[in-house]
Every structure is written in C-alpha cells, then in structure tokens.
C-alpha cells in the first residue's frame, strides 16, 4: 500500500508539473512527427552518386531516393531532398537541424563517430580495394605502399586505412579528396592516374560495366549494415516510423522491385563482352546512331536503349544471320519484314525502323497494367521468344502467387517453360526461357554503358549548383567544400 501511495503522489507530482508549463507557456511541445506532419513535409538529406540519387533522362531516381520517396507518402507528407558531398555534410545537416534523417547508403560503421541513431538495417555492403586488372593484382594492404592510393576525405574508407595504419601498417600511406566521390576515384584508376582506390562493394557493382579494366583486388574486414540515420534525440516519433515502414511487407516488396532495377542486371558480368562492346560503340555505333535517335523519336524509345538492342542482336552489324534465317542490325525474320512493309533488311535503316516499329508493337500490346520500366522489359523479352510465351509466363505467374505485371517475377518463371510440368499448362507450350531473361539483362547493362557514357560528356561541361526537379519532390543541392 505504501508504494502505491508514493506511485500515487509522483504521478499526481508529475500531472501539476505538466499543467504548470501548459499554463506558462501557452502549450507542450509537439512530438516531431507531429511537426512533421504539421508542415507536411520530411527533409531528408542524401548524397548524388549512384547508389542513392542521381538524375536520369526522367528526372530524379536512385535506390535511396525511391525509398525516401515512399517514405514521404506514407506518412502522407511532401519530400524535400538535400543533396550534399560527402558524409560530414551530411552528418552536419542532422546536426544543425537542417534535415530530419539521412538516407545516403550510410553504414553504422561509417556514421559510428557521430551522434545519431539508426533505423532498421536494410542491407549490407564490404570495402573493396580496386585496383585495374593489366597491373600485377595486390594481394595485401602491403603490396599497395608502392602504389597511388586515393579515397573520398571523410569517408568510412579514410577512417579504415588510418585504423589500418595505427594497427598494423605504420608506412602505408595515400591521399584523399573532398572533392571525388567513388565514381571519380574508379575512373581515375581505370585512365591510370590511380593505382588503387577503396569503394564499397555495391559502389563498384554498379560501375564495372563501365570500366570493365578494373577489378576486385581484395575485401577489407567485415560485411557492414546500412541504415537510414537520425538525430540522437530523446524523441524517437520518427525512428519509430522509420522501424514501422521498413517492417511492413510493402516496403519489402519495394525493396525487392529496387534491387532488381538497380542491381538486377549487373550480377554476372563478363570482362571481354564488356570489352568488346566498348570497342564496337567507338568503331561501329557512330554510322548508325542517327537511324536509332530517328527511331526512337518516332516510337518514344531512348534511342540508346534501341542501340544496345541493336547491338545484343547483331553487334551491329548491318549483314549479320543467324541459323534461323534472321538477318540484319536488328535481326528480322522475312515474314516479320514483309508485315512492317521492310524491303531490305540489310539496310541499316529499314532494319532499326523495322525492329524498333516491332518493338514499339508488342510494347503496346501489353496490359495497361504493366507500367514502365517493366514494360519495355518485357516487349524486349517477348521481342526475343514471342509475345505468346510472354504471356504464358505472365500467366503462368499469377498460378504461382506472383505479380505478372513486374519484370522482377517474370523474369523467374520465364525460364520454367523450358520444363515440362510447366509449359505444358502454357497455350504455346516449350520454350528456351532463359535466353529471354539474359537477352533482356544484356541489354540493360549495355544501355547503361551507352547512358553513362554520354552523360560522361555531359558533366564535364555542366556544373549546376542546383535545381529543381517535378512538383512533388523539392531539391537543394550543396555544393562540396573546397
């Protein structure tokens, strides 16, 4: 009974002590997702590379930048991106207040000597040494004290060849950049003014088709979680979200679609196709790009996506066949030609009309239900095994308690035509359903060559400070510090 009057006493303590700042100051202070939604708007801060944000022909994108994206619509508010450099800006945005957390593939590792807090880890990443693959491969942190060493200044990278240093290898030494991000270090060792550089893992995935000279020389220490971060502050309202969004199965659902986007086609890679197709996009592409940017204007393609088509069938070449009497750039059966109105399907041009005018015909096919990028995925593969086999699979998905409207599914069960117990539930029976899964991947990862190329140029010549990007989504981008 005692404790129970002394619970009784504190808590009524506790209530006169809430009134009297109520009475003195007009009211409490709202927790900070109700000023989150108050405003309705969330500042979350990340970094333009691409893993996290970047901006493509349709405007914003990035695995970062989507999530952050649902994360805005499901706490039904507007999101407001800041864009900065490196990690202190970012960790001094959280700081400062300027934005509510940071989503820019940030380890807890990397963030650990910050005052912060994490959401749930959503997947994880390991520091690479790189280093380009005509060099002797290094096989230890001592056979690169001969070498040039560079890493982004501020970075996890940064801080691990210090500890590095302190522990193990007093000579080691290399230099840092508050200006480069992973991508200008990759570069720079792929052109030899590097030796070596230390990326994360995910970082080099999606750069190696790009610069197929380079490679993995070894894994430094362990696999790291990455995790969105927040302000170490006692009101947790927005952690507790975060927690609540990444554990619904929505969320799991984007992730998956997220990962296939992103990194789907870019798992297996092979250094002399990407070898070769760079030495063909020097040699060959430029006689024929005016005939894929005319066709893709004409049927509403990328005419970079058109290319890389053209090369996956021919390499382009304009007299190329196949055993099974296709011929041309974009490789037309006769009967396909005849029903285009083709002439001459050695002729460069009549054979990229033709394919992208084909293209363009089962893109349209397709139900409305399937939206882009899935549905130019899937024209591809239905381009390459016939919209019928297409269909079954896409039928044959829904029986599976699959999606069949996203390429991330279809891609899984294409393959299970080949096996009787599934195609013969199908209306066209057997088909080599792999070959439409790589055909479709290999494409992708040429497309994404060509994009990057190009938009290579295009930096070296633009150095906006800022901009603004849709109605929905409000950037301010920070330029690095000097």
């Not at 720079?188 to 995935?205: A, I, K, P, R, W």
């Not at 790009?210 to 993995?216: E, F, I, K, S």
């Not at 297409?390 to 294409?414: C, F, H, Q, S």
């Amino acid at each position: 009974m005692t404790n129970l009057l002394t619970t009784l006493k504190m808590t009524r303590r506790l209530l006169t002590t809430l009134v009297g700042v109520v009475v003195l100051t007009g009211s409490v202070r709202p927790y900070l997702i109700e000023e989150i939604q108050d405003q309705g708007s969330i500042t979350i801060v990340t970094r333009n590379n691409p893993t996290t944000y970047y901006e493509d022909r349709h405007g914003s994108t990035g695995y970062e930048y989507e999530l952050a994206k649902e994360f805005a619509e499901y706490l039904g508010v507007e999101l407001n991106l800041l864009v900065v450099s490196n990690l202190k800006e970012a960790m001094d945005a959280l700081k400062s207040g300027k934005a509510h957390m940071a989503a820019a593939g940030l380890t807890r590792e990397q963030t650990a000597a910050y005052p912060v807090t994490y959401g749930p880890s959503y997947s994880s990443v390991s520091e690479q040494i790189i280093y380009r693959r005509s060099n002797h491969r290094p096989e230890s942190l001592q056979d690169l004290q001969n070498g040039r060493l560079m890493v982004t200044a501020r970075s996890r990278h940064a801080s691990t060849l210090r500890r590095w240093q302190r522990e193990e290898l007093p000579s080691l030494s290399w230099r840092e950049s508050s200006e480069l991000e992973a991508s200008d270090l990759l570069q720079m060792v792929s052109d030899g003014e590097l030796d070596y550089t230390l990326v994360n893992s995910n970082e080099f995935q999606l750069m190696r088709a790009y610069l197929p000279n380079l490679d993995v020389a070894f894994t430094l220490g362990e696999l790291q979680s990455v995790a969105w971060a927040l302000p170490d502050r006692a009101d947790t309202t927005l952690k507790e979200k975060a927690f609540d969004f990444f554990y619904r199965p929505e969320t799991g659902a984007l992730m998956a679609e997220l990962a296939e986007r992103f990194y789907g086609h870019v798992e297996q890679f092979d250094y002399v196709g990407a070898h070769r197709f760079l030495r063909q996009k020097r040699r060959s592409l430029p006689k024929y790009q005016n005939f894929f940017e005319t066709s893709a204007a004409t049927f509403g393609f990328d005419w970079r996506l058109l290319a890389a088509m053209g090369y996956q069938e021919s390499h382009w070449n304009p007299r190329a066949r196949s055993f099974t009497g296709v011929r041309g750039i974009m490789m037309l059966t006769l009967r396909t030609a005849d029903e285009l109105g083709i002439e001459n399907r050695l002729d460069p041009e009549q054979s990229i009309y033709g394919g992208s005018k084909y293209l363009a015909g089962l893109r349209e096919r397709l139900s409305e239900s399937v939206h882009e990028p899935d549905r130019t995925w899937m024209a591809l593969a239905a381009y390459n095994v016939g919209f019928g086999h297409l269909e079954d699979a896409r039928r044959l998905a829904v029986t599976m308690g699959k999606n069949p409207d996203l390429w991330i599914d279809v891609k899984d069960v294409l393959p299970l035509l080949s096996q009787q117990r599934y195609y013969k539930q199908t209306r066209y029976g057997y088909a080599r359903g792999q070959e439409p899964v790589n055909y479709v991947q290999n494409i992708r990862r040429y497309y994404d060559v060509l994009v990057w190329n190009e938009e290579q140029v295009v930096a070296m010549n633009e150095h906006p400070q800022s901009h603004e990007h849709g109605t929905d989504v409000a950037v301010t981008v920070i330029p690095p510090l000097l």
